[in-house]
Nanobody, 120 residues
Framework: QVQVVESGGGLVQAGGSLRLSCAAS????????MGWYRQAPGKDRLLVAT???????RYADSVKGRFTISRDNAKNTVYLQMNSLKPEDTAVYYC??????????????WGQGTQVTVSS
């Protein structure tokens, strides 16, 4: 089993910054992609940013230029630096990790989520 644990959420004023961290641990085979998603009350969970083991990144249009995803492969840890935060960034932020078991079988693990609240 693989555990995914997020940290770093909190309350910040608009224009401020927060840094989220997420670590995967346990019976890991090979973590390929790690990413951040967010879910606001009453809305679907949406992609924020992902990063692969070779460093390829993808961002939602709404966070491009403000958020930066990075990763420490040796520690199976991913970070999300969030700058210029807006009230609409308020959500529960979830981390996931894709563990590659074989070339055709992979499992996605999710963390429990961390609340980010941006006040206006």
């Amino acid at each position: 089993q693989v555990q995914v644990v997020e940290s770093g959420g909190g309350l910040v004023q608009a224009g401020g910054s927060l840094r989220l961290s997420c670590a995967a641990s346990g019976s890991i085979h090979s973590i390929n992609s790690m990413g951040w998603y967010r879910q606001a009350p009453g809305k679907d969970r949406l992609l924020v940013a992902t990063i692969t083991s070779d460093g390829s990144t993808r961002y939602a249009d709404s966070v491009k230029g403000r958020f930066t995803i990075s990763r420490d492969n040796a520690k199976n840890t991913v970070y999300l630096q969030m700058n210029s935060l807006k009230p609409e960034d308020t959500a529960v932020y979830y981390c996931n990790a894709v563990d590659v078991i074989t070339t055709v079988y992979r499992t996605t693990y999710w963390g429990q989520g961390t609340q980010v609240t941006v006040s206006s």
